[in-house]
């Protein structure tokens, strides 16, 4: 009876029940004593890291620990020594809050270090970037990384409410939850919103029903009885939405395959304009984050540069609203004139938004009077004979009716300038292409990450980005197929911009083993920002005129040796050459930039005319391409033979039609807008297509040029050519000491008679007048010095003629 006593008095079962057996405060203690020793442990750690930073392992030991659990490891600490005190102090605790005490405090460690996962800082801590993974590290990420880790966590946090306040989540899920769903019932907003989703599902179907009903009655060929037409006059021809003129009957020609069709109601399809943007629209699903990775693998050694040196692309935004005004606008011009026309398609990019228009039908008919079955003719209540109008021919209208209303288009849309293309290549519509309000840049960027460009530049090296046609797609092109191009446009066009562009699109996808550069820049202003690149064939950009023949003589020894060397292998171009198992070094392909082609031939027409024929001629097969700039696009600068030579060619704004006849044989650059807007002629295409150019600034230019420049580069740049260059300049100039003017040596007497009907020479002035080089022209100078022709040398080049020479010779 004494031990039941005791046993009743002792109350409920407690932990301290379990602490008088030794097995059992084993197995309560441990788990305990294992936690607080790992949160000494890593706190340890921490400190000693922080403090003293004795050991390498240790601070290895800190930074795996920081970049796996994040600021979460204080989570364990804290919880263990709040549990571990409790424990010791807390008194006697019932097993059963003792167990929930243990739930409680891990499920609100896991919702606290999912809490930190959501937290990314751009801080610091070692070597570890917190912004990489978030302050609960890679673990407290994971914890809320997709859906349904969010539901675990969110049942983490229930899971500790029930835990710590399990009377008060008892008294909220049985009490008030009932009460609040009693008072949504009893005031009907259940019963509302049912009915309110009902009705608006009800209108919305017959809203759809009315306008699939009109626009069936459109597509028929009887006019549309009762009901309202649509804004615009729009019918559907071949499911796609058309603008016909605002005085039209609604009555729509089908096209001649599509006489006498009938068109169900289940079939008729309504189709949105081109210019109406759908959603996700502007988003380039093309653009993958993988690629970023096989952008900076490594080849050789070398490293192409990131995407992050480049610009962001700009985002536009399109006025569907405008467009539609603009080709309604246009169908009606063109009905006032008596030409019938539709505007069947909607192209909107960044600089113009072309309008494609089709021909209608020009109907010739003819009045004939009415009469009955006795062949009496049938009259009015006035007496006045009936009539009725009858079809007699339909024939499409002419398309140089369209073309010939170019300037009252251009008056009635209030354009700058307008360009008609009669026809757009492979389609049957007249393109009309009117500038934009607002017109949007096209970054190099945003067309080096498109789709086009990648597999471009998988193929081929020398994989350049134009730009953005009428339509909004990128233009890209191969240089290897072109093989050189031709560019010309007025001063501001645009063409220095697309120079860059061209080089720093090989450069974003070339490594100086690949390509190399040859650049020309006689104006000393575009190309110098490129001397630092690994990429230059010789040590640096080429500005002196009178080296410029001598680089063009080497650039041509290089293509003959190259020739010299696929004989000896026995293969036909520079593919099939770095392609051979037996060749030890894969030669490069060479890309000659010259950005003034008019102060080339001031300087040497025939000499620079004749070499840059023969390697547009014979280089393309050694891989050697020429891309040849020039703001004065006369006849006396791009002759025929340089034409002949040069099949692919891109036109900027040009002041006059003959400029434009002289780039593309035909007119058209003379009405483009500037700012990059170029036509681009390729070899396979008949008629030039428009190109917004993409845009480069100076910045991305010094990022690209800067990161080929970086000094663990150094020890991987290739050879320079200047042998080949100093060899080529001594071959046509000769040096100081090769050779003593004659007395009796024609250019001296031609150099005399120069000198007789001038105050000045110059060796510049000897070079273009007798067509020698800069050495000799120098020594010409000296010996007409020591004779007393000239006086000597002040303040420049120019000499001052004392004497007249030919005078004194007589």
């Known amino acids: 009876m004494a031990t039941r006593a005791r046993t009743r008095a002792s109350g409920p079962t407690t932990i301290n029940f379990f602490a008088r057996f030794k097995k059992f405060k084993t197995v309560a203690i441990r788990p305990t004593t294992l936690l607080l020793c790992f949160g000494l442990l890593v706190a340890a750690g921490m400190v000693t890291h922080l403090i003293w930073g004795l050991d390498r392992f240790l601070t290895y030991l800190f930074e795996q620990l920081f970049s796996l659990l994040g600021v979460g490891f204080v989570l364990p600490v804290v919880l263990s020594v709040i549990f571990f005190a409790h424990r010791r102090w807390g008194g006697a605790v019932p097993i059963q809050k003792y167990l929930r005490f243990v739930v409680g405090f891990c499920a609100a460690g896991l919702f606290l270090w999912g809490i930190l996962g959501f937290l990314v800082i751009d801080w610091n801590i070692g070597n570890v970037r917190i912004q990489e993974t978030s302050l609960g590290g890679h673990v407290g990420q994971a914890f809320v990384d997709g859906y349904i880790a969010i539901c675990i966590w969110l049942v983490w946090m229930l899971l500790a409410i029930v835990s710590f306040a399990p009377d008060l989540t008892k008294r909220f899920l049985l009490v008030k939850v009932p009460q609040f769903a009693q008072w949504i019932w009893n005031e009907r907003f259940i019963q509302s919103i049912g009915y309110f989703s009902l009705r608006f599902v009800k209108s919305s179907s017959r809203s759809v029903f009315h306008q699939l009903k009109q626009f069936y009655q459109r597509s028929s060929s009887e006019p549309v009885i009762g009901g309202e037409r649509l804004a615009h006059n729009i019918a559907v021809i071949n499911r796609q939405v058309v603008f016909r003129p605002a005085g039209d009957t609604g009555v729509v020609v089908p096209s001649p395959k599509a006489i006498h069709e009938e068109v169900p109601v289940d079939e008729v399809e309504i189709s949105l304009p081109a210019s109406i943007p759908l959603p996700f629209d502007d988003l380039d699903p093309e653009i993958e984050d993988g690629d970023e990775t096989e952008r900076v693998s490594s080849r050789g050694g070398w490293e192409l540069p990131p995407f992050e040196l480049f610009e962001e692309p700009i985002r536009k935004t399109e006025d569907a609203g405008n467009n539609d005004a603009r080709a309604q606008l246009i169908v009606d011009t063109l009905a006032s004139f008596g030409v019938d026309a539709s505007v069947v398609e909607i192209n909107e990019g960044p600089t113009v938004t072309q309008f494609g228009v089709e021909p209608g039908w020009a109907v010739k008919t003819k009045s004939t009077v009415l009469r009955d079955d006795n062949g009496k003719v049938l009259t009015d209540s006035e007496g006045k004979a009936l009539s009725e109008e009858v079809e007699v021919s339909r024939t499409r209208v002419r398309v140089n009716r369209i073309t010939a209303l170019q300037s009252d288009l251009a008056l009635a849309l209030a354009a700058p300038s307008l360009r008609i293309e009669a026809p757009v290549p492979g389609r049957p519509i007249v393109g009309i292409e009117v500038p934009n309000s607002t017109s949007s840049i096209v970054t190099l960027r945003k067309i080096m990450q498109s789709k086009e460009f990648r597999n471009m530049s998988q193929k081929s090296k020398l994989a350049i980005a134009l730009g953005e046609g009428v339509s909004g797609k990128p233009v890209v092109a191969d240089l290897a197929k072109m093989p050189h191009l031709l560019i010309a446009g007025a001063t501001g066009s645009g063409k220095s911009v697309c120079i860059n562009t061209i080089i720093s699109s090989i450069l974003a996808s070339a490594t100086p083993d690949e390509v190399r550069f040859v650049l020309v820049d006689p104006k000393r202003v575009e190309l110098t ?44 171009n520079i ?9 030890a070094k894969r030669l490069p392909e060479w890309v000659v930039i010259i950005d003034e082609l008019a102060d080339l031939m001031m300087v040497a027409p ?8 023969r390697l547009a001629q014979l280089s393309r097969a050694t891989g050697i391409h020429l891309i040849v700039a020039t703001q004065r696009p006369s006849v006396d600068v791009v002759t025929g033979l340089i034409k002949a030579n040069f099949p692919t060619r891109i036109a900027f704004a040009v002041t006059s039609i003959t400029d434009s006849r002289t780039i593309l044989d035909m007119g058209g650059a003379e009405k483009l807008l500037g700012q990059g807007d170029m036509l681009y002629l390729p070899t396979d295409a008949g008629k030039p297509s428009r190109i917004q150019g993409a845009f480069v600034s100076e910045v991305e230019v010094e990022g690209i040029v800067s990161h080929w420049a970086r000094d663990d580069f150094a020890a991987l740049r290739p050879e320079m050519a200047d042998e080949l260059l100093e060899k080529a300049l001594v071959d046509q100039n000769g040096g100081d000491d090769d050779f003593e003017i004659d007395s009796n040596d024609p250019h001296l007497s031609d150099a005399r008679i120069l000198a007789s009907s001038r105050s000045r020479v110059s060796p510049s002035l000897l070079q273009r007048r007798l067509s020698i080089g800069a050495v000799k022209a120098r020594r010409i100078i000296k010996q007409l010095e020591v004779e007393g022709v000239v006086g000597p040398e002040i303040g420049g080049e120019s000499r001052e003629v004392l004497t007249n020479p030919v005078a004194l010779e007589e």
């Open 529 to 572: 920002n490129y001397g630092r690149l690994p990429h230059l064939a010789f040590s640096e950009v080429v500005v002196d005129l009178e080296k410029v023949v001598g680089t063009l003589q080497a650039i041509v020894s290089e293509m003959e040796s190259r020739y010299k060397r696929f004989a000896e292998y026995g293969v036909r």
């Open 575 to 583: 593919s099939s050459y770095n392609s051979n198992p037996r060749v």
């Open 606 to 613: 025939f000499e620079v005319e004749k070499l840059l024929c």
